[in-house]
C-alpha cells in the first residue's frame, strides 16, 4: 500500500471485523476522577471556562487546583481486568475498545513520550492497556486501541495550530511515537482514531502511518481501522466508517460502518451524578443494536468505568441483559448480513437480517392478536418458520396482500411488558 487515500481505501477490511458486529467501549482515564459532566471536563473547564465547571472545582476542591492534580487520584484501586473480561463475554461483545489516550493526553500505558502523564508514572501505577489486553487475549474477545489525534493543552500541538499546522512537532515527537508504540507493544486488532477534526492529513501523517501499518506492522493483515484520521476523512477514508458519534444512515450504507453509543445518554466518561433516566433502558439497546445491524453496521456500546475501575453495578445490569438476549437471538446477529430489505416498509419494528438462504426477521413489539404480518418475504411451499429461543415449528399461511402471516407462540399475560426483541427465522422464502 502507498501512503495515499487512493491505495490506502482499496485494502480489504479483514473479515473479522464485519462477522463481530458487537463491541463495548470503554472510556477511562482522569476525567473518570472529577466524575462531572463529561470526559470533556478539562477543555470545558479551562478550555472554554464555562461558568458551571469553574463552580464544580471550587466547591468540591481546594483553591488553585489544576487538572494535573487529579491524576494521583485516578486510583484504579478495584480494577480487575478479568472480571471485566468475562463480563464483556457475558454481554456477547466480540470485540473491546479502550481508550488508550483521551483529548486530555494521559496515556493508559507507559508512554516514553507521555513523562509522568501516564498511567505508570502516576495515578494507579499499572500498564492499564497491556493488562486488560491480556485479559482479553485469554477470553477470546479481540482488543481496539481508542487514541486521540490530537491534545487539548499540549504545549507541542498549540504550538502547531498557532503555525497555522505549517510546523509538525507534536505529531512527530508525541502523536505518532505514540501511535507506533501501540501497535509494537500491545498488537491491536482495532485502531479507533479520533482527535483529528482540527487539522488536515498533511499535519497528522495518517497516510504514512497506516501504509506501515497494513504493509510492515506485525498486525497488517488483521488490524482494522475507523475513518477519524484527519479534518475531512470522516466518512470518506480509513477502513470502515464512524461518521459521526451515534451515528444512524437511515438507509443501507454503501460501505461497512459501525455505530457507537453510551448508556449513559449524557456522556461517555463515568458521571457519579448520572440519574436512571439518563441511561438508555435494555429495549433501546436492543432495537438500536437491530437497527444497526440490518443496515449492515457494528454497535459499539460504551461504559464509562469509575476512578477506582469499577464498572458500576447498572452499567453491568444493561450488559448483561444484551448478553441474553444475544444468547437467544444472536444467530441472526453474529455473522449475518443486511438482507435485500432492512427493515418492513409499514413500520420500523420489524427489521430484516441474513445468512445465506436464511432471513431472520427480528420484531420488537409483539403483536396484540399474536400473529405476525410480514410483506416483504415471498413464500414458497416448502417455506418452514421457526422462532429463535422456541423449540417446534410456527405455523404460517400466505398473507391476502402479499408476504406472510405467522402465528406465533402464545404469550402468558403479564402486567409487565415482556423482554423486547425476537426473532423469526424463515427458511425457503425470497
Known amino acids: ?21 458487537v463491541g463495548v467501549f470503554v472510556h477511562w482515564g482522569v ?4 466524575a462531572w459532566g463529561s470526559e470533556w471536563f478539562w477543555w470545558h473547564w479551562q478550555g472554554e471556562h464555562r461558568a458551571d465547571y ?7 476542591y481546594p483553591p488553585d487546583t489544576t487538572y494535573a492534580d487529579f491524576a494521583p487520584r485516578f486510583t484504579a484501586h478495584d480494577f480487575q481486568p478479568c472480571e471485566w473480561a468475562q463480563l464483556f463475554q457475558r454481554a456477547g461483545a466480540r470485540y473491546v475498545v479502550l481508550t ?26 499499572r500498564d492499564l492497556v497491556g493488562e486488560l489486553g491480556q485479559a482479553l487475549r485469554e477470553s477470546n474477545i479481540r482488543y481496539g486501541l481508542y487514541h486521540s489525534l490530537l491534545e487539548w493543552f499540549n504545549p ?28 509494537l507493544k500491545y498488537k491491536p486488532d482495532l485502531i479507533w482514531s479520533d482527535g483529528d477534526w482540527e487539522a488536515p492529513e498533511s499535519y497528522w501523517n495518517s497516510t504514512s502511518f497506516l501504509a506501515w ?27 470502515y466508517y464512524n461518521c459521526a458519534d451515534k451515528y444512524k444512515p437511515g438507509t ?12 449513559d445518554k449524557l456522556s461517555w466518561g463515568y458521571r457519579s451524578n448520572m440519574n436512571i433516566a439518563e441511561l438508555m433502558d435494555e429495549a433501546s439497546i436492543i432495537e438500536e443494536l437491530v437497527q444497526t445491524v440490518s443496515f449492515g453496521g457494528n454497535y459499539l456500546l460504551n461504559v464509562g468505568p469509575t476512578k477506582e475501575g469499577v464498572i458500576v453495578p447498572i452499567f453491568q445490569e444493561r450488559l448483561l441483559a444484551l448478553g441474553r438476549w444475544l444468547d437467544i437471538n444472536g444467530e441472526a446477529i453474529y455473522e449475518s448480513k443486511p438482507w435485500r430489505v432492512q427493515m418492513e ?22 403483536p396484540r392478536d399474536n400473529v405476525l404480518e410480514l410483506s416483504s418475504p415471498a413464500p414458497s411451499p416448502a417455506t418452514q418458520v421457526t422462532m429463535l429461543g422456541f423449540a417446534g415449528t410456527l405455523k404460517w399461511q400466505k398473507s391476502p396482500g402479499k408476504g406472510l402471516l405467522v402465528t406465533l407462540p402464545y404469550m402468558l399475560p403479564s402486567p409487565l411488558p415482556p423482554q423486547s426483541g425476537w426473532t423469526v427465522k424463515l427458511e425457503g422464502v425470497k
Open 1 to 21: 500500500y502507498r501512503p495515499d487515500w487512493a491505495s490506502l481505501d482499496a485494502r480489504p477490511l479483514p473479515a473479522w471485523f464485519d462477522q463481530a458486529k
Open 31 to 34: 476525567f473518570s476522577v472529577p
Open 54 to 60: 469553574e463552580r464544580f472545582v471550587r466547591r468540591r
Open 100 to 125: 488508550t489516550k483521551h483529548h486530555e493526553g494521559f496515556t493508559n500505558w507507559g508512554s516514553p513520550v507521555s513523562w509522568n502523564w501516564n498511567s505508570l508514572d502516576t495515578g494507579p501505577h
Open 156 to 183: 507541542l500541538y498549540l504550538a502547531d495550530k498557532e503555525s497555522g499546522f505549517k510546523t509538525q512537532n507534536f505529531v512527530l515527537k508525541k502523536t505518532m511515537p505514540e501511535l507506533y508504540d501501540l501497535v
Open 213 to 239: 501499518l497494513y504493509n510492515d506492522s506485525p498486525v497488517k493483515d488483521t488490524v482494522v481501522v475507523n475513518d477519524r484520521w484527519c479534518n475531512n476523512c470522516s466518512c470518506r477514508h480509513g477502513g
Open 252 to 263: 443501507l450504507p454503501a460501505h461497512k460502518w459501525e455505530m457507537c453509543s453510551s448508556i
Open 345 to 366: 416498509n409499514s413500520t420500523d419494528t420489524v427489521w430484516y437480517t441474513s445468512k445465506g438462504p436464511v432471513v431472520y426477521a427480528i420484531f420488537l413489539i409483539w
